[in-house]
């Protein structure tokens, strides 16, 4: 998601070029699972229906969990009976592109400040 455009199975990216060096920015690109954004960690988790929901973790305690499904679905997990289990791997597949384009969205990411031009 950028600037409220896209969906929520990605951190929101408005601001990228902020948090991140453009080095690191290539490295998230070309190798996901490197660095997976907080909120982002991907888990399955047996709800008390016994129905499976895989998802972001949102929030975790020490005896509960929110997980978020790819429609935006939060669903409560209880951690007692080991429920969820987390994977350590990134949903976000390797960026497959030409050395050029891979360089455009590079560029493009690393403009992503937040900060509009006119705007104070």
């Known amino acids: 998601m950028v600037n409220g455009q896209g969906a929520v ?3 929101d ?3 990228v070029a902020r948090v991140l ?3 690191q920015i290539r490295e998230a690109l070309l190798t996901p699972e490197a660095r997976i954004a907080p909120g982002y960690g991907v888990a399955t988790a047996t709800l008390k229906n016994a129905q499976k929901v895989r998802g972001f973790v949102r929030n975790k ?3 509960d969990a929110v997980l978020q499904d790819s429609k ?3 669903h409560p997990v209880s951690l007692e009976r080991g429920l969820l289990q987390e994977e ?3 949903l976000m597949q390797p960026v497959k592109a030409t050395a ?3 360089q455009n969205v590079i560029a493009y990411l690393a403009k992503l400040t937040g900060v509009r031009p006119g705007e104070t």
Do not use: C, I, M
């Open 9 to 11: 199975n990605g951190p």
């Open 13 to 15: 990216l408005s601001t």
């Open 21 to 23: 060096t453009v080095d």
């Open 61 to 63: 305690t020490g005896f």
């Open 72 to 74: 935006g679905t939060f």
């Open 88 to 90: 350590s791997r990134s």
């Open 100 to 102: 050029e384009e891979l």
